[in-house]
């Protein structure tokens, strides 16, 4: 059974720093991986799409990067802002008609 | 475009009662999904849809049902609430495979 972690569950961080969140998934046969963000009393937005033949996406500020092998997916937020601060959760499936695996989450602030 | 619109945002039930929430959209995506997330925990699927008239159980289907009879809608029914059904509810739906899932903003449920 797949299972989806992400590490740490919260991260504070002055504005202006790069920073990394983490996600790790135990069955590394996937076929694609998201990162969402949500807001406090929200759904969720998806912010990157990987497929399992990528090894990163890039949208603005943000790149995720994907590594089958070892199980793990990274998203990198560049010089953060305050509009940051959120919960980012990943979430992988394992094949074109099954559903979505999602971690906990990492509950993101930013500090002006 | 209005995307996923979930009714009600919140809602008080006693334990016994019955009600369903509302989840449309208006993209005309195949694919519909119910998730709940509670506190500190990822989203974990409750039923989803691959087209009107398909209907099948996700990872915790006890104590709700659903039905697909248009594209646009899918109705989720707790027949007799329980407190273990106190949470927030997620609607969400893609077009296809490699698409990435649009969520509403959840309906906030109790409980007491």
């Known amino acids: 059974k797949q299972e989806v972690t992400q590490i740490p569950a919260a991260l504070s961080v002055p504005e202006g720093e790069n920073l990394v969140l983490n996600c790790s998934f135990t069955?590394?046969?996937?076929?694609?991986l998201q990162w969402f963000r949500q807001d406090p009393g929200k759904g969720l937005t998806s912010l990157l799409l990987i497929q399992s033949s990528q090894r990163e996406q890039t949208s603005g500020r943000l790149n995720a990067s994907l590594d089958k092998s070892s199980g793990r997916s990274t998203l990198y937020i560049a010089a953060s802002q305050p509009g940051d601060s959120a919960t980012y959760l990943c979430?992988?499936?394992?094949?074109?008609?099954?559903?979505?695996?999602f971690g906990p989450g990492t509950r993101l602030s930013v500090l002006p | 475009n209005a995307g996923v619109t979930q009714t009600p945002k919140f809602r008080i039930l006693k334990i016994g009662q019955s009600m369903t929430l509302q989840c449309t959209q208006d993209?005309?995506?195949?694919?519909m999904y119910w998730y709940r997330q509670d506190p500190g925990m990822g989203l974990k699927l409750i039923y989803y849809?691959?087209?009107?008239?398909?209907?099948d159980k996700g990872e915790v289907p006890n104590g709700y049902n659903v039905s697909r009879s248009t594209t646009e809608d899918f109705p989720l029914r707790l027949e007799l609430a329980a407190p273990s059904q106190t949470s927030v509810y997620f609607c969400a739906s893609r077009l296809s495979g490699d698409q990435p899932q649009h969520f509403g903003d959840g309906t906030r449920l109790s409980i007491l």
């Open positions: 993209m005309n995506h195949n694919y």
């Open positions: 069955d590394s046969a996937i076929y694609n």
């Open positions: 849809s691959v087209g009107a008239g398909i209907t």
């Open positions: 979430a992988v499936r394992k094949a074109v008609g099954q559903n979505f695996v």
